[in-house]
């Protein structure tokens, strides 16, 4: 079971959680970018890549039998931070239609590279899948 931590008197966040509490097995996803499952890239778009590095977030998440509703922290490590911050609109269309409207506690850091030379983006996960005696509790 997951649970929101938002202090009193707080202003609510807008596309992420303060915190979240959780209990059960945890999972974690490394650093995703956005190639394909082959290991190529599609786009050198920020976006695009974005939404690839989401979806691969996602594969790993359900090879464990998670879903991003089951999502804790989420890190993205970007090289462009005007350019995240001028794209909000669109990485926000992205993030909805890989990830629905679960958002974790997040952090956002820029890099000033990656190990991998095209990719704009990483992003690394922790997930809790809930035990089953607290899913029927």
């Known amino acids: 079971m997951l649970q929101h931590l938002h202090p009193d008197g707080w202003t ?39 939404r690839q590095a989401l979806q691969n977030v996602h594969d790993v998440l359900r090879s464990g039998g998670a879903g991003p ?13 005007d350019e995240y911050n001028a794209r909000l609109r669109e990485l926000g269309e992205a993030y909805r239609a890989v990830m629905g409207k679960h958002f974790p506690a997040m952090t956002c850091v820029e890099v000033s590279r990656l190990v991998e030379a095209r990719a704009k983006v990483e992003i690394e996960v922790t997930a809790v899948l809930p035990d089953p005696v607290a899913q029927a509790g």
């Open 12 to 50: 609510p966040p807008k596309g992420y959680a303060n915190g979240i509490a959780a209990r059960g097995t945890q999972i974690f996803v490394g650093g995703q970018i956005g190639w394909n499952s082959q290991q190529r890239f599609d786009s050198d778009d920020f976006i695009a890549q974005t």
């Open 69 to 81: 509703e089951h999502m804790v922290r989420m890190t993205w490590y970007i090289l462009d931070r």
